[in-house]
């Protein structure tokens, strides 16, 4: 029998149906499979995953493909979203015995868990060869395929080791990951490498910083083109905001439609910082609508923020986001559909399949006289109505703990350079008013929903959906990004219980995930025992659980002045140090970590009555040095230790500025705070 019914996973309950008697990863599962001396099928995917339904309509609802998979085989079915520990144990096998890895992913294990052969998509008939295949094998070649077990369990343990070189990360190696970077990138399109390309949005954080610190107008430039590039073509939203998972091409133009929290989240902070810094107006325009992006199409009322939305619509891709020429004039009319045409690059030949094209941005509309970006954004909203009735992409409503901390992160720096910006002379001031208002309410539930339902006696869960936990426990990355998310809930809202969170959970990851080298593991002491110890260093889609675990542990040090805190992030970048300067595009976390080390990081405190209206805090958010953190309210308000024993001077707001345990005199004008920040 099928066991998928009860699933909190949306992409497990896409399989509940299935004539193919799953079962989800459990004990029981493999002991079944020792019981019927048959191997494990572990199918591991994700409810976006376009080649996922592919492989599931053409195999997995096939009766014939169900009774063969029944008869041979334990079928497990995993979301690499709840259970990423078991995805990086099992992806690292595929990518050992293949050279590359993806999703789906197929897996053939023994009843103990030791995968013996791996893949990744494979077409019916090729499938029903390879199960067949495989059970013939199991049957008449037993030794040989547990001689192949061993060989790749073997491969995996190297691959996932810790207790590497060490060495300090200095700023030598910054600049070298930048120089790297400068040599990888793609002078035409921006970002890095070619088809498919994805937003290396954590890159994009690290040469911001370094800008920040060496005054670099090439790490500059790089973002700045990049950004510029993303945001004009079809990996951007042009209608509704928001980023889809990767281009197709090298140039932007046709995306893999699923958009994912992460990407969006942490793209967000990269326009974010971009527009604080420079006060880019089409920088400005994006992070304005990728946060409404998230308030609007991924916030959960009462929870948090959904995982993702599909790449397809009822089975075909970019089915809701192509046009042609006709359908533009069908909604805007004769002069406005060509006029959009135009803008928008839609051609009669298509850029898409059948005709079709993907909206990109082909003219300047930021920078254009204010009757163009009146009809522009007229025009936007007309298309946008009626796209809405078209079919619609289905959502992944799980609650991921990680992804939901990079977006309270993401959104709560949006709203303190929104308020740092704000002009009630802007032509769009409403619009960004009411999408920070809405952004606002979408973080403070997710903050909640996260302290209330994720945190189970003192632990994190990895997933939630409908407000009902899962149980699969928490990896370093939840606590990594959760623990700077309420960091950064403390900021912005001077609440104590915030920051009391944070340090719990960092204990915990400190107490349970701790590598012998000073480095970590991505799973805990505890946790439920795989054939290997995940442990790896590198960022890749997200933050690497190291790279999470030293940016909060960076934060919760500055925030509170515990030395232990900073001493451990230190060590734990001393792990990655060695392939940053050589791998560059897959340590960006790392290195925006680093960089905030490097700066002190800098401890801004405002002692004021009016934290929302006040010139000193506007200045410390505008100016911050990079990794920054900014604390503002009432002297020796509770529990927020960067305001104890700080009182107005005179009665005035007054702005403490200390870097590295040090403090420098207190001021009370503007001008003294940036000459101190600068």
Known sequence: MNRLAGATSPYLLQHADNPVDWWPWCDEAFAEAKRRDVPVLISVGYAACHWCHVMAHESFENEQVGALVNEG???????????????????????????????????????????????????????????????TAWREQREAVLRQGAAVVEAIGGAQAVGGPTAPLTAELLDAAADQLSREYDETNGGFGGAPKFPPHMNLLFLLRHHQRTGSARSLEMVRHTCEAMARGGIHDQLAGGFARYSVDAHWTVPHFEKMLYDNALLLRAYTQLWRLTGDRLARRVARDTARFLADELHRPGEGFASALDADTEGVEGLTYAWTPAQLVEVLGESDGRWAADLFAVTESGTFEHGTSVLKL??????????????????????????????????????????????????????????????????????????????????????????????????????????????PAGVLEDYGCVAEAFCAMHQLAGEGRWLELAGGLLDVALARFAAPDGGFYDTADDAERLVARPADPTDNATPSGRSAIVAALVAYSALTGEGRYREAAETALSTVAPIVGRHARFTGYAATAGEALLSGPYEIAVATGDPAADALVAAAHRYAPPGAVVVAGRPDQPGVPLLADRPMVDGRPTAYVCRGFVCQRPVTSVDDLVAQLG
């Open 362 to 471: 082909a003219r300047d509309v930021d920078d254009a006289d204010p009757a163009v970006r009146a009809r522009w954004q007229e025009v936007v909203g007309r298309l946008l109505a009626a796209r809405d009735t078209r079919p619609q992409p289905a959502r992944d409503d799980k609650v991921v703990a990680a992804w939901n901390g990079l977006a309270i992160t993401a959104i709560a720096d949006f709203l303190q350079v929104a308020a740092v910006y704000a002009s009630p002379d802007d032509e769009d001031a409403n619009l960004m008013d009411g999408i920070a208002i809405v952004a606002d309410g979408a973080m403070r539930d997710a903050a909640e929903h996260l302290a209330a339902v994720h945190i189970v006696d003192g632990r994190l869960r990895r997933a939630s959906r409908d407000k009902v936990v899962g149980e």
């Open 73 to 135: 085989f334990v079928a497990i079915k995993v979301d690499r979203e709840e259970r990423p520990d078991v995805d990086a144990v099992y992806m690292t096998a595929t990518q050992a015995m293949t050279g590359q890895g993806g999703w789906p992913m197929t897996v053939f294990a023994t009843p103990d868990g030791t995968p013996f052969f791996c893949g990744t998509y494979f077409p019916r008939p090729n499938f029903v060869r390879l199960l067949e295949s495989v059970g």
